[in-house]
Nanobody, 115 residues
Framework: QVQLVESGGGLVQPGGSLRLSCAASGSIFDIYGMGWYRQAPGKERELVGFITFNGITTYADSVKGRWTISIDNARMQVSLQMNTLEVDDTAVYYC?????????WGKGTVVTVSS
């Protein structure tokens, strides 16, 4: 089993920034990458950004150029730097750790973008 602990959500005004972090522990040896997904009210969960341990990144089109995902392999921690936040970024953000057999999920952290 893999445990994921997220931190960094909160309330921010449009145009502001937040940084989300997620630390993995437990059976981490099979993880090949980590990322972030989000789910807004009434919408399906969607990929925001993903990074493999060899540095390959994937971003949703809606966040390209605004957000940056990074990973600390030694600490098994993935971070998401979110700049120029928009109201439409409001959602619950979930940390993800991927293995060949299954995905693991954090409990989620709420990001609210509002003036």
């Amino acid at each position: 089993q893999v445990q994921l602990v997220e931190s960094g959500g909160g309330l921010v005004q449009p145009g502001g920034s937040l940084r989300l972090s997620c630390a993995a522990s437990g059976s981490i040896f099979d993880i090949y990458g980590m990322g972030w997904y989000r789910q807004a009210p009434g919408k399906e969960r969607e990929l925001v950004g993903f990074i493999t341990f060899n540095g390959i990144t994937t971003y949703a089109d809606s966040v390209k150029g605004r957000w940056t995902i990074s990973i600390d392999n030694a600490r098994m921690q993935v971070s998401l730097q979110m700049n120029t936040l928009e109201v439409d970024d409001t959602a619950v953000y979930y940390c993800n750790a991927a293995t060949d057999k299954m995905d693991y999920w954090g409990k989620g952290t709420v990001v609210t973008v509002s003036s």
